[in-house]
């Protein structure tokens, strides 16, 4: 079977932004690498040009969006996919969507934003800028979903809609102007540390995010002058620059930039953490929540999608604006876990858990097929040859 997924981030610094989608995109390639023997063959479609003949992740294919060249479509219809997953859903994927009205589609919804959330998110600022609208808050218009999916209907092409949770169902009205039949639930695929790292000696709490306004990045370093003996690490970079954008600036002592970190540095840091912060003014179900927990590191944040924050650490009350009023909050909070070894033993023993039983690979995979297969899209062997081996490799 191959099988398109359609994102529009690839966890790739040279390929764009790397978010909660792009870690997405990632994780389901791996996910299926390590088990060959289903036969699935992945090819990523792209919500933005790319150079042709470009490969994320080592080796796998990604075919930019077609812009008005005749070659460019033509490279996307090559692709010639038996089941197509998207990375949630964005303007910038009709066009390619478009052009296989007939094959099964799966929507895996992960960050939908109604107008309640998308006027919360406008009122954010940066401290100092009230007049200046942050970099990278702008409203994306999802509703040209529904009509996509009225042609798919026409067409014959089945539409199926999953998510990591099952909350996220009532926001699907407000942000695609579609109201799903039915609503699968589809897991992360998170990978859990397997090591054993202690805790550090020393406590330390994290940041795991981009540097970017909508994760207001500035309340955990105001925080981290409340805590002169915490190590506060901050695990990220910003995306943005000039007016709008966050850029560090007067750093307390205790606080370390250490920028994109991934792989066992990144976990062996979260591991030794005594707990995950989240400033953000929104979140779905971030995947850095269900990281922090497969590392038994609790959470403290100012967002609680699905109630995670509040059953596995501490949630603050919702702050919008600049949001530093809430530090008092964020203090107490951190304050409580600091002093408490055996509830922060039992949040992060309780979340591992959960994780270890929710979001895994192979839950993932699991899903994932019975999705497939009622949709008609069964697995078997990967295609020898075809359509993608006579690309053009060119540079456009």
């Known amino acids: ?23 997405a995109t990632r ?9 060959p023997e289903l036969g699935v063959e992945i090819v990523m479609l792209s919500g933005r040009p790319l150079p042709r003949g470009a490969k994320v ?17 033509g490279d996307v219809r090559r692709v010639a996919p038996d089941l197509i997953l998207t990375i949630d859903y964005r303007p910038s994927y009709r066009r390619s969507l478009a052009l296989f009205p007939r094959t099964p589609l799966i929507v895996w919804v992960r960050d939908p934003r109604t107008p309640f959330d998308c ?25 040209s979903l529904s009509g996509l999916v009225r042609f798919r209907s026409l067409a014959g092409g089945g539409t199926v809609f999953a998510s990591p949770t099952h909350y996220l169902r009532e926001k699907a009205l407000g942000t695609y102007g579609v109201e799903p039949k039915a609503w699968n639930f589809l897991p992360n695929p998170v990978r859990s540390p397997t090591n054993t790292v202690p805790k550090a000696l020393r406590p330390s709490v994290v940041f795991l995010g981009r540097l970017d306004p909508i994760k207001r990045p500035w309340l955990f370093v105001e925080l981290a002058r409340q805590f002169p003996e915490v190590r506060f690490i901050m695990l990220g970079r910003n995306h943005f620059e000039g007016l709008g954008a966050w850029s560090p600036a007067s750093m307390p002592d205790n606080v370390e930039l250490l920028g994109h970190l991934d792989g066992a540095e990144k976990f062996r840091l979260v591991r030794e953490a005594w707990a995950l912060v989240n400033t953000s003014i929104h979140e779905a179900l ?46 107490e909070a951190l304050r409580r876990l600091l002093d408490d070894e055996s509830g922060r033993t039992t949040r992060g023993t309780t979340g591992r858990a959960w994780v270890d039983n929710t979001h895994t690979p192979q839950a993932f995979v699991g899903r994932f097929l019975q999705i497939a297969a009622s949709l008609g899209a069964g697995t078997g062997n990967a295609r020898s040859g075809g359509p993608l081996e006579n690309m053009a490799t060119s540079s456009s």
Request: charge should be negative; hydrophobic fraction near 40%; charged fraction near 20%.
């Open 1 to 23: 079977m191959r099988l398109a997924v359609v994102a529009n981030e690839f966890f790739d610094p040279a390929l764009g932004p790397m978010g909660g989608f792009g870690w």
């Open 27 to 35: 994780q389901v390639i791996e996910a299926f690498e390590e088990r």
């Open 57 to 73: 992740h080592g080796s796998v294919p990604a075919v930019g969006r077609p812009r008005r060249r005749i070659a460019e479509f």
């Open 119 to 143: 006027a919360r998110i406008d009122t954010l600022r940066l401290p100092g800028q009230p007049d200046v609208k942050p970099q990278g808050i702008g409203t994306i218009h999802c509703g």
């Open 286 to 331: 971030a995947t850095s929540f269900l990281e922090a927990l497969g590392c038994e590191t609790p959470l403290i944040a100012c967002v609680d999608p699905d109630n995670v924050v509040s059953r596995f650490g501490y949630y603050v009350g919702r702050w919008d604006g600049d949001g530093l009023d809430s530090l008092p909050y964020f203090s």
